[in-house]
């Protein structure tokens, strides 16, 4: 039993798709077919039933999902384990992130991981929720910064210290400007310019309850500088989180009641990492772990 097939055996298990786990591995769907069907053999048991759409486990083949992930993080620690002695880990490590405030952590972990190995570099990839879950599924991202609710049977993750803070950016013509908060009932038969994604199922329209069909888009944006330029503009008042930037000519007015979401670093599950990627985790896991403790 090779941990080269058991890789391939949580692929599968994990996207229910022989297409898509062969599309991550960089296989032949063939040949990943091929290899469970050994694997199969080897152990006498069927670790998949099939049907036209999707396939799932088995009760062994969930008896050796659990094996597997065990033998796999072994093998993967005792190799870490044996790099790390050597100080001069290097590497690359690809990081997607949205624009939050908790990305200042972020570069905090990455400083400090710096510090400790300074032959890392990093790559990052500035996008929305899911643009950044999108790469990671195919692989061009090892690890995400993103928005909650992140789904618990795809990653693991450490929760940010610290929350977003929702409001609305106006410029001084608007009427909402000499407001200390901004109500649902303040933006009825307003244009808005908010972030792109599904408007009524955001958090922000259900914030808006019933006053939801009374707002217009009048765009979305997936950079909040890009929805800046366009309030500035008066095509309509910016909804965003506040990232403790100045924006010309525009001011910051928190909601009310207030609209917090939070934020986690993410990456996929049972997912082999370089070296370096799990050196990264283990550090960054510490890192918040250590900032979490302090404010107990």
Request: hydrophobic share 40%; aromatic share 10%.
């Amino acid at each position: 039993m090779e941990l080269r097939v058991l890789n391939y055996f949580l692929a599968v298990a994990r996207e229910e798709n022989f297409t898509k786990a062969a599309q991550q591995l960089h296989v032949t769907q063939p040949t990943l077919s091929r290899q469970i069907a050994d694997l199969e053999q080897e152990l006498g048991v069927k670790l998949f039933v099939r049907s036209n759409h999707n396939i799932i486990l088995t009760e062994d083949g969930m008896i050796l999902k659990h094996r597997a992930q065990e033998i796999l993080s072994l093998a993967d620690k005792t190799k870490r384990d044996f790099m790390q002695k050597d100080k001069t880990l290097s590497g690359t490590i690809s990081i997607g992130s949205g624009e939050f405030r908790s990305t200042e952590y972020l570069a905090k972990i990455i400083a400090a991981f710096r510090k400790k190995y300074p032959n890392v570099t990093y790559e990052i990839y500035s996008g929305n929720a899911n643009n950044i879950r999108d790469y990671i599924e195919r692989g061009s991202l090892d690890i995400g910064l993103m928005s909650e609710p992140i789904d618990m049977r795809k990653y693991n993750f450490i929760n940010m210290p610290m929350k977003e803070r929702w409001g609305v950016f106006v410029p001084h013509t608007s009427s909402l400007f000499e407001k200390e908060n901004v109500k649902p009932q303040d933006l009825a038969g307003m244009s808005v310019v908010t972030a792109t994604g599904d408007f009524n199922q955001s958090r922000i329209g259900k914030w808006l309850g019933a006053y939801k069909d009374q707002v217009e888009i009048a765009a979305t944006a997936n950079l909040p500088y890009n929805e800046a330029v366009l309030a500035k503009e008066n095509i309509g008042v910016m909804l965003s989180i506040d990232l403790n930037c100045t924006y010309e000519n525009l001011r910051f007015i928190p909601l009310h009641p207030v609209l917090e979401v939070s934020t986690a670093l993410g990456w996929k599950k049972d997912q082999i990492f370089s070296a370096v990627t799990s050196a990264f985790i283990d550090f960054a896991t510490q890192y918040i772990k250590g900032i979490t403790d302090d404010k107990l």
